[in-house]
């Protein structure tokens, strides 16, 4: 999903299909929301079955909205009904590619670029070749890419396919409060950080910054006193803070300029990160190097060198956090998730450790 068309400059002109360009002079960053919105049901309402192995969801672990569909497959135990495909770090203006895999082809569609499937799906296809995207294996074809509805449909659509003691990450009970927490989140803090990192003017930057703070602060009284965001077990909205949070002292802070403070500065929000970082299915989805290679290395108009750099340190991520005190229950009356799959492990020196 990083991929996405800067807004317009009241010129008209923009910067996307620009390779390394991601901010338009003049303009705020306005994200391109076209998705392919079709979804995979079990009742194939959109003419698209829940089907163990006939989907590939595809990813890149350096993205923040693929990464939020890593973490709930693992967590809901999706793994032998839903395979994965992990893109590089980097893309050009054309796709993201399997530049990881063996000869730099995804194993199971048979492509080197994730722009083939989208193609596949419609020929004349204009639109961001963003990751997450579910493909259709016999056809290779991309069924959906609109993250937001993705994960929410693993948790109510796949549950045929759940593991044993898989958490429920979106109970019918909590919803509403759920998807209210969720839109903010996701307003002020997981595009607040892009408004704040492709600003094209002064002003918009200073407004960007401003929303996202005052975001940082709410959230930062608001689990001061509780283990969740929602209720007293991990559901959706956590997931979804979690991802841009992990990315904050390493990209956020100095290559978007979201700097008035660091993770580590917020006490209680650098405590709940920590624990949900080690926490199964979280930290241990969480690629460092891969994180850092995107943004300062595909980001040329806003670091033109392409430079990357070596820090921050990142033992921290794996101190102890003390946020059982608050009490709750992560994975509710179910289970956490056994050991990553062989296939499926960050490469050694890529996390925390």
């Given at each position: ?308 750099p070596r820090g921050p340190r990142l033992g921290g991520w794996l101190a102890p956090h003390g946020r059982q005190a608050l009490g709750g229950r992560p994975f ?22």
């Open positions: 999903m990083d991929q996405s068309p800067a807004e317009p400059a009241p010129d008209g002109t923009s910067a996307h299909g620009q390779p390394g360009v991601y901010s338009t002079p003049g303009a705020g960053f306005e994200r391109d929301t076209r998705y392919l919105t079709t979804r995979i049901t079990a009742d194939g309402r959109d003419g698209w079955h829940v089907e163990a192995g006939r989907y590939r969801l595809v990813v890149s672990r350096a993205c923040p909205w693929a990464s939020r569909a890593i973490v709930v497959r693992r967590l809901l135990g999706l793994e032998d009904a839903l395979s994965m495909g992990v893109c590089g770090p980097t893309h050009d203006e054309r796709s993201w590619t399997f530049d990881l895999d063996p000869g730099g082809v995804d194993p199971v569609l048979g492509i080197e670029r994730l722009r083939d499937a989208y193609l596949r799906r419609d020929p004349q296809y204009e639109r961001g070749i963003t990751v997450p995207a579910i493909v259709d294996v016999p056809s290779g074809a991309v069924v959906t890419n609109d993250f937001a509805q993705i994960t929410l449909d693993l948790s109510t659509q796949w549950t045929a396919h759940h593991r044993p003691g898989a958490p429920d990450l979106y109970p019918d009970a909590l919803r509403d409060q759920i998807d209210e927490v969720s839109d903010e989140i996701y307003r002020d803090v997981n595009n607040g950080v892009y408004r704040c990192g492709f600003a094209g003017s002064q002003e918009s930057y200073d407004r960007a910054f401003t929303r996202l703070f005052a975001a940082l602060d709410r959230l930062e009284e608001r689990l001061a006193g509780r283990r969740y965001l929602v209720g007293d077990t991990i559901t959706e909205a956590d997931v979804r803070l979690f991802t841009t949070l992990v990315r904050f002292d390493v990209v956020y802070h100095g290559h978007f300029k979201c700097n008035r403070d660091r993770l580590t500065d917020l006490p209680v929000l650098w405590a709940y990160a920590r624990d949900l970082f080690q926490t199964p299915g979280f930290g241990d989805t969480v690629d460092f190097v891969d994180i850092k290679r995107h943004y300062y290395e595909v980001h040329r108009d806003i670091n033109p060198s392409g430079i990357v509710g009356d179910g289970t956490a998730p056994g050991p990553v799959r062989a296939d499926e492990r960050v490469p050694a020196g890529h996390g925390a450790g």
